[in-house]
């Protein structure tokens, strides 16, 4: 499956500059946050495939008028083209206001989704807004990444996680890529195309296969 994922900054190339060739093998759009809705609709109105999104801890507006023509997939586990992909958006509170979560509320919306999750066999992607702490994130408590992101990856080993929040304008020599055990980690800042190829399925071992120790399942 080929990804475009895109968050946080416009891309002029994909919205002022659009061409329809620049879609071209694109089989889904993914928005890791902090996009204008109207950005996001015009996308999933150009493009032919699906596009999903989580939210932004600047997206607000979608609560009253969200992007049309995408796909929500916040606290879901959404699958296209047999890839199971879990939506967790927002960002680490550092401030009053929507779409920001401590590390106990992110690990209560985390549980909630477990049992969904061990029924679909675990998951490939991981979409969020925010990055895993100590995997793309800064020290201040506006760019910090979330802890209980490792226990997921940990949990679940999916081969690609994608996240936002993080503008690679920044600075010098922000890496847009990070490796955390069979993970790999992108950040989607403005746009990145990722291959995702999956070509045997481990099927990871719900909590009671854990629990009595049975492996993982191949399918």
Same mark, same amino acid.
């Given at each position: ?13 994909? /919205?002022?500059?659009? +061409? ?10 993914? *928005? *890791?946050?902090?996009?204008? #809705?109207?950005?996001?609709?015009? @996308? #999933? ?22 992007? !049309?023509? #995408?796909? *929500?997939?916040?606290? +879901? ?14 960002? *680490? ?5 929507? /779409? ?5 509320? $992110?690990?209560? %919306? ?9 029924? $679909?066999?675990?998951?490939?992607? @991981?979409?969020?807004?925010?990055? $895993? ?12 990444? =979330? ?24 600075? #010098? ?21 990722? !291959? @995702?190829? @999956?070509?045997? %399925?481990?099927?990871?071992?719900? =909590? /009671?296969? %854990? ?9």
């Amino acid at each position: 499956m080929r990804i475009l994922a895109v968050a946080d900054e416009e891309s002029k190339g994909l /919205w002022d500059y659009f +061409r329809p060739e620049k879609l071209n093998g694109i089989d889904l759009i993914c *928005c *890791c946050g902090d996009l204008d #809705a109207n950005y996001v609709t015009f @996308l #999933a109105t150009m493009a032919h495939v699906p596009v999903i999104y989580v939210h932004g801890n600047h997206d607000e507006g979608y609560d009253r008028r969200p992007p !049309e023509g #995408a796909e *929500c997939i916040e606290d +879901r586990v959404f699958t296209y083209q047999g890839i199971r992909f879990v939506g967790l958006g927002g960002s *680490c509170r550092y401030r009053a206001g929507a /779409w920001q979560f401590t590390e106990a509320e $992110m690990k209560k %919306r985390i549980r909630h989704l477990r049992g969904r999750i061990d029924r $679909m066999g675990g998951f490939d992607v @991981l979409v969020t807004h925010a990055p $895993m702490h100590g995997y793309g994130d800064f020290s201040d408590p506006a760019h910090r990444g =979330f802890t209980v992101f490792h226990e997921l990856l940990d949990v679940y080993r999916p081969p690609l996680m994608l996240h936002g929040h993080i503008h690679l304008s920044y600075g #010098a020599n922000i890496p847009r890529e990070h490796i955390y055990h069979s993970t790999r980690i992108v950040n989607a800042f403005e746009r990145y195309v990722v !291959e @995702l190829d @999956l070509p045997q %399925r481990t099927v990871t071992p719900g =909590f /009671w296969q %854990r629990l009595f120790g049975i492996g993982p399942v191949h399918g």
